[in-house]
C-alpha cells in the first residue's frame, strides 16, 4: 500500500471541513488535498478549486498530485435540490462516474462516498430500517443517492474498485452551519438558543428522525476506510445510526441547560420529505463488519454543542 495521498471533493461542506481536517490529522497536510468550487477561509493548503463537472480537471488534480485515495464529498443536498432536479441529478451522479471511472486504471487504492438515509422511502419499514429493503425515494437527492449505490456496487463487483460507502443519518456538527439539508434544524435550534432567539422549526414537533453527531461520523468514516477489505461485505452502502429523536425531543434537552428557550413549529415541505425517511436505522452489518459503536446519545452531544458552540459565539 502506498502512503495515502488524499483528495476530498466537496471539501466545503458540513462533514467535508471537519473531514479534511481530521484527514490532515492523521496523514499530514502536505498528503490531504482539499477541493471545491470555492476555497473557504477556514481551508490550509494545499486546496485546488475543481468544478466536480468539469473531468478533465479532476484527471489532472489526481495526476499531478499523485491521488491514490478520494472521498468524494461533493453533492448537492435534499432540500436544496429540489429546487434544481437536473442540476442534482447531474452533480451528485456524473461526479461520481467520473471519478469510478478514472479509478479503473488501478491507482485509486480506495474511494469513499456517502449515501444518506434519504435513498429510503415508503416502501421500506420506518422503525429499525434493516441494511437490505427496497428503495423508492421521494427526492432528486435520495434517488442520486441511491443510483450512487448501485454504481458502486457495480463497479466493485466489474472492476474490483474498493469503494466503500455510509448512509449517513442527519449530522449535527458545531464547526459549521448546514446548507439546505432536511435535518438543518437539529444544527441550527442550538445557535438560536444560545443566541437568546426563539427558533422556527420547519419540522414538526414529533417528526422522528435518525440523527449522529459530528464526531461519530468523522470517526465512522474513518473506521470504515481503514477496515480491511476482506471486512467489507457491503459495497452499495452500510446503514449507519446512533440516536432518533423528534424537535420537541431536543427542545427538552436543551430546555435543560437553558430554560427560557422556545420553539415554534412552522412545518413546510421539508416535513414531508422527513416523514419519507425512516425513524430508526439497524445498522447491525456495520458493527459486525468493521466494529462500529457510536460515542454520542442526544444528552451528552448536547451537553457538547453547548459547550462548543458558546465558545464559537464569544469568539464571534
Same mark, same amino acid.
Given at each position: 500500500?502506498?502512503?495515502?495521498?488524499?483528495?476530498?471533493?466537496?471539501?466545503? !461542506?458540513?462533514?467535508?471541513?471537519?473531514?479534511?481536517?481530521?484527514?490532515?490529522?492523521?496523514?499530514?497536510?502536505?498528503?490531504?488535498?482539499?477541493?471545491?468550487?470555492?476555497?473557504?477561509?477556514?481551508?490550509?493548503?494545499?486546496?485546488?478549486?475543481?468544478?466536480?463537472?468539469?473531468?478533465?480537471?479532476?484527471?489532472?488534480?489526481?495526476?499531478?498530485?499523485?491521488?491514490?485515495?478520494? &472521498? $468524494?464529498?461533493?453533492?448537492?443536498?435534499?432540500?436544496?435540490?429540489?429546487?434544481?432536479?437536473?442540476?442534482?441529478?447531474?452533480?451528485?451522479?456524473? %461526479?461520481?462516474?467520473?471519478?469510478?471511472?478514472?479509478?479503473?486504471?488501478?491507482?485509486?487504492?480506495?474511494?469513499?462516498?456517502?449515501?444518506?438515509?434519504?435513498?429510503?422511502?415508503?416502501?421500506?419499514?420506518?422503525?429499525?430500517?434493516?441494511?437490505?429493503?427496497?428503495?423508492?425515494?421521494?427526492?432528486?437527492? %435520495?434517488?442520486?443517492?441511491?443510483?450512487?449505490?448501485?454504481?458502486?456496487?457495480? &463497479? @466493485?463487483?466489474?472492476?474490483?474498485?474498493?469503494?466503500?460507502?455510509?448512509?449517513?443519518? !442527519?449530522?449535527? %456538527?458545531?464547526?459549521?452551519?448546514?446548507?439546505?439539508?432536511?435535518?438543518? &434544524?437539529?444544527?441550527?435550534?442550538?445557535?438560536?438558543?444560545?443566541?437568546?432567539? @426563539?427558533?422556527?422549526?420547519?419540522?414538526?414537533?414529533?417528526?422522528?428522525?435518525?440523527?449522529?453527531?459530528?464526531?461519530?461520523?468523522?470517526?465512522?468514516?474513518?473506521?470504515?476506510?481503514?477496515?480491511?477489505?476482506?471486512?467489507?461485505?457491503?459495497?452499495?452502502?452500510? @446503514?449507519?445510526?446512533?440516536?432518533?429523536?423528534?424537535?420537541?425531543?431536543?427542545?427538552?434537552?436543551?430546555?435543560? $441547560?437553558?430554560?427560557?428557550?422556545?420553539?415554534? &413549529?412552522?412545518?413546510?415541505?421539508?416535513?414531508?420529505?422527513?416523514?419519507?425517511?425512516?425513524?430508526?436505522?439497524?445498522?447491525?452489518?456495520?458493527?459486525?463488519?468493521? %466494529?462500529?459503536?457510536? !460515542?454520542?446519545?442526544?444528552?451528552?452531544?448536547?451537553?457538547?454543542?453547548? $459547550? $462548543?458552540?458558546?465558545?464559537?459565539?464569544?469568539?464571534?
Amino acid at each position: 500500500m502506498q502512503t495515502p495521498k488524499i483528495l476530498v471533493t466537496g471539501a466545503n !461542506g458540513q462533514i467535508g471541513r471537519v473531514l479534511t481536517e481530521a484527514l490532515r490529522a492523521k496523514y499530514g497536510n502536505q498528503n490531504v488535498l482539499a477541493s471545491d468550487i470555492q476555497k473557504h477561509h477556514l481551508h490550509n493548503d494545499p486546496f485546488e478549486f475543481l468544478d466536480i463537472l468539469n473531468t478533465q480537471r479532476l484527471k489532472e488534480i489526481i495526476e499531478d498530485h499523485q491521488i491514490n485515495q478520494i &472521498y $468524494h464529498l461533493a453533492a448537492i443536498l435534499s432540500a436544496n435540490g429540489e429546487w434544481n432536479p437536473v442540476k442534482t441529478w447531474n452533480i451528485n451522479l456524473n %461526479g461520481l462516474l467520473s471519478i469510478l471511472e478514472l479509478a479503473k486504471d488501478k491507482k485509486i487504492e480506495k474511494i469513499f462516498f456517502p449515501s444518506t438515509i434519504a435513498v429510503f422511502g415508503k416502501t421500506t419499514p420506518r422503525v429499525e430500517t434493516p441494511q437490505d429493503v427496497p428503495l423508492l425515494p421521494t427526492t432528486v437527492y %435520495g434517488i442520486s443517492k441511491a443510483t450512487g449505490e448501485l454504481l458502486c456496487n457495480y &463497479y @466493485n463487483l466489474r472492476y474490483g474498485i474498493d469503494v466503500r460507502s455510509i448512509r449517513y443519518p !442527519g449530522i449535527i %456538527g458545531w464547526q459549521s452551519l448546514p446548507a439546505g439539508g432536511t435535518t438543518d &434544524y437539529a444544527v441550527e435550534i442550538y445557535h438560536a438558543a444560545l443566541k437568546g432567539d @426563539n427558533y422556527e422549526c420547519l419540522l414538526a414537533e414529533d417528526t422522528r428522525l435518525p440523527m449522529m453527531y459530528m464526531d461519530d461520523a468523522i470517526q465512522a468514516t474513518l473506521q470504515l476506510m481503514d477496515a480491511p477489505p476482506e471486512n467489507i461485505r457491503v459495497r452499495y452502502s452500510y @446503514n449507519l445510526a446512533a440516536m432518533s429523536f423528534t424537535p420537541a425531543e431536543i427542545t427538552a434537552e436543551i430546555q435543560k $441547560h437553558i430554560p427560557d428557550f422556545k420553539v415554534v &413549529y412552522k412545518p413546510d415541505f421539508r416535513d414531508e420529505i422527513a416523514r419519507s425517511w425512516s425513524e430508526s436505522i439497524d445498522d447491525s452489518r456495520a458493527r459486525e463488519d468493521w %466494529g462500529w459503536k457510536p !460515542g454520542f446519545d442526544l444528552a451528552s452531544m448536547t451537553r457538547d454543542m453547548l $459547550h $462548543h458552540l458558546s465558545k464559537e459565539i464569544l469568539k464571534n
